[in-house]
């Protein structure tokens, strides 16, 4: 089954390094049953889509507003990302959540994203406390839930990803074991059928290294993998794209 392994720059990169290392990733094809999107700034997002045209990779976003077109100052659309060549949309990845970013916000920027006919990676997962309390399905369970109750009914057809991100494992150099991820993945999926989204894939992200993607990777259930820290070292990443 084709993979897909998406490189979350998050706000690490000036416009001008953003540039060099997009030009450094595609020097190289990915493996040819990867699919790879690269995640820049708003900024960058324009220039990256251009250095992006005639290689394999595929652009998308960090983010994207909760509203249409309109006086929204500071938002930048989902129609805007569209025009831009932007194909995915993280949203609400744990570094917004804990800024304040809730269900409601989420689960309308997701319907922003779809009505734009762009694919959301939708991020949720537990923090180590809840893990500790041995809550991770529940609050699983409960952040989808709550993004996906409020989607209109002809939304249930439309492609999403989810990406389970443990908090704890971001950033830090832990991650949950491949297998118990895998388990975690297939419950989201069921999960998202039983509420009656069908075209539902599940990704895993947290610590991935080109060391431990391969893990991951050989896990049916995983259908992919977001990547922060290591997706800014080209030689890293080119590794776990070559795998
Ligand atoms: P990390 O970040 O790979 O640096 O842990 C992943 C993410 O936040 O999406």
Redesign the pocket.
């Known amino acids: 089954m084709n993979k897909i392994i998406?490189a979350?720059w998050?706000a690490n990169l000036l416009p001008t390094q953003a540039r060099s290392l997009t030009k450094k990733f595609t020097a190289e094809r990915p493996a040819k049953n990867l699919t790879a999107v690269l995640c820049p700034d708003f900024v960058a997002l324009s220039e990256t889509a251009s250095l992006l045209k005639k290689s394999a990779f595929l652009l998308g976003a960090q983010d994207c507003s909760a509203f249409l077109p309109g006086a929204h100052t500071g938002e930048v659309t989902a129609a805007a990302l569209k025009q831009c060549g932007a194909k995915y949309v993280?949203i609400g990845?744990?570094?917004r959540r804990a800024n304040g970013e809730n269900s409601k916000t989420i689960s309308q920027k997701i319907q922003q994203a779809v009505a734009e006919k762009l694919i959301p990676i939708i991020?949720v997962g537990e923090t180590a406390g809840e893990r500790r309390l041995k809550k991770t399905k529940t609050v699983l369970a409960k952040q989808l839930q709550e993004v996906l109750a409020p989607l209109p009914g002809n939304y249930a057809k439309s492609p999403l990803i989810f990406?389970y991100?443990p908090v704890w494992?971001?950033?830090?150099g832990l991650t949950p074991e491949p297998l118990e991820t895998a388990e975690i993945c297939a419950m989201i999926k069921n999960l998202a059928a039983k509420a009656g989204f069908s075209r539902v894939t599940v990704i895993y992200?947290?610590?991935?290294?080109d060391q431990n993607a391969g893990e991951y990777l050989q896990q049916s259930a995983i259908s992919g993998l977001?990547?922060?820290?290591?997706?800014l070292d080209a030689r890293r990443f080119r590794r776990l794209l070559n795998l």
Do not use: F, P, Q, Y
Not at 169 to 172: Q, R
Not at 205 to 209: M, W
């Open positions: 998406i979350n998050k993280i990845h744990s570094e991020c990406a991100e494992a971001i950033g830090s992200g947290g610590s991935i290294t977001l990547v922060g820290g290591a997706s």
